[in-house]
């Protein structure tokens, strides 16, 4: 092994003093340190060179922000001197050469230097210098951000500005970002913000700017910290002037309603604080106030033929004012108006749906009754019995009892069928079917002589 490592340190002399350039006798994972506040934090050195074959001689460095240049350890193979101002606060053990920081503040930050010399015993080399800078950055935890507006009061649009300042007690290198309604800002015209976004200038304010604004300061070494709430709060309008009415017929600007019919308008717009509304009648080429507030109510008994009425709202903060006119008619819609209601519900179609079940089902029981009975025929042999027997008055066997008087015998004529039982669908069928045989009976009279004509005689 030992003369495994005299050959690589003899091929990195000759590389040196062929080249003048030096192999890696030393390595540092990270240039750069990014540390907390109150946290430890290694500077690691990795040797490549055994150092029972070297001497060494080196020392770190401190630099801070500003420039100025201190130094910390003095070290050789075999002892180590700490600047007596840093005895608490760093450790060194040789023969490594890492420098441990107990505990980081912000002092700590700045450029730290390692200087090493290294002599190998066994060359014509006597030493080599190694040379490295890390840097280190000493970071404080975020503190809870607080944001403030100005003006503190609301605010008219079109008319004023607004900072909003998003500040930390503690943090650094702190970046700041801001949400309105839990949704970060899209880039705009009128946005302007600080270097580090603590700082939003809203220039003019307008309507879209009103909500709930909050903002969130986070660092390389703090998750993002949000702020409480802040409403901002921007008087607008009035926007989108609008009448409606749920009486009568509505074509653009015009209403058409049925005479003696009572009726009901409504005047909305979009506007903070709300508006006061005053609706006008036009006359004649004069006008007339009629109400005021969003509802009014037309008297049929009032109206003529044509109205022109004319609804007026006004903000009396932002002092801005819009108008909607319209027409109302009246006039019988008659038909038009049916037409119109039962267009706009559903309740027609199913009515429809329901007369047209109602009307299939008495069809098919229609059916099943004409195929069962056969009523048409039943009816025909009806009609086709002798005119006497149909022109025959109805008796019912009481009318007259002396007609009914006399004797009675049965005389069976044989026939082939001995069941006399026929049902109704045999009975119609009666006529048309000819080897059909039923037993007949005659009934014959025998009306003997009454005593009255014994005594005459």
Same mark, same amino acid.
């Given at each position: ?62 630099? &801070? ?106 943090? &650094? ?197 004409? !195929? &069962? ?21 109805? !008796? ?62």
């Amino acid at each position: 092994m030992e003369a495994k490592g005299g050959t690589v340190l003899y091929a990195c002399s000759v590389v040196l003093i062929l080249t003048g350039v030096s192999c890696n006798f030393i390595h540092i994972s990270s240039l750069v340190h990014h540390g907390v506040e109150g946290e430890p934090l290694l500077l690691s050195v990795a040797t490549h060179f055994p150092l029972n074959e070297t001497e060494i001689q080196g020392t770190w460095s401190h630099t &801070t922000p500003s420039g100025t240049r201190t130094t910390l350890v003095t070290f050789t193979k075999d002892t180590s001197i700490t600047n007596m101002m840093f005895r608490n606060h760093l450790v060194f053990s040789e023969p490594n050469v890492s420098l441990f920081i107990q505990k980081l503040n912000q002092m700590d930050e700045g450029d730290y230097h390692l200087n090493l010399n290294i002599a190998f015993h066994n060359t014509t080399v006597h030493v080599i210098k190694e040379d490295r800078t890390v840097r280190v950055t000493v970071d404080v935890p975020v503190s809870h951000p607080v944001v403030e507006k100005s003006p503190s009061y609301a605010v008219i649009e079109d008319e004023a500005n607004v900072t909003m300042t998003c500040s930390v007690k503690r943090g &650094t290198r702190v970046r700041f970002k801001w949400l309105r309604n839990n949704v970060s800002l899209a880039p705009s015209d009128r946005y302007h913000y600080s270097q580090d976004n603590s700082t939003l200038v809203i220039s003019p304010v307008r309507k879209e700017d009103k909500g709930i604004y909050c903002c969130v300061a986070r660092n390389p070494v703090s998750l993002g910290q949000s702020s409480r709430a802040l409403e901002l709060n921007v008087y607008y309008g009035p926007y989108n002037l609008e009448v409606n009415s749920i009486y009568g017929l509505r074509t653009g600007e015009v209403f058409t309603i049925n005479p003696g019919e009572l009726v009901f308008f409504e005047c909305r717009a979009d506007s903070n604080p709300p508006n006061s509304y005053v609706w006008i009648s036009k006359r004649h080429n004069t006008t007339e106030v009629i109400t005021e507030g969003p509802r009014m109510e037309v008297l049929f008994y009032r109206l003529a033929q044509t109205e022109e009425y004319l609804c007026r709202a006004f903000n009396n903060v932002t002092q801005k004012q819009d108008e909607a006119q319209f027409t109302l008619i009246v006039a019988d819609l008659g038909t038009e108006k049916e037409k119109h209601t039962q267009e706009g519900h559903p309740v027609s179609s199913l009515a429809a749906i329901a007369a047209c079940s109602l009307f299939v089902i008495g069809f098919m029981l229609l059916f099943f009754l004409r !195929r &069962t009975c056969h009523p048409k025929r039943v009816i025909m042999s009806i009609y086709n019995r002798p005119f006497s027997e149909q022109k025959r008055p109805h !008796r019912s066997g009481h009318e007259d009892a002396t007609e009914d008087f006399g004797i009675y015998e049965f005389v069976s004529i044989p026939g082939k069928m001995d069941s006399a039982q026929a049902s109704c669908r045999s009975l119609a069928r009666l006529e048309s079917i000819q080897d059909m045989h039923t037993t007949i009976y005659d009934v014959i009279r025998h009306v003997p002589e009454t005593q009255s004509h014994s005594l005459l005689s």
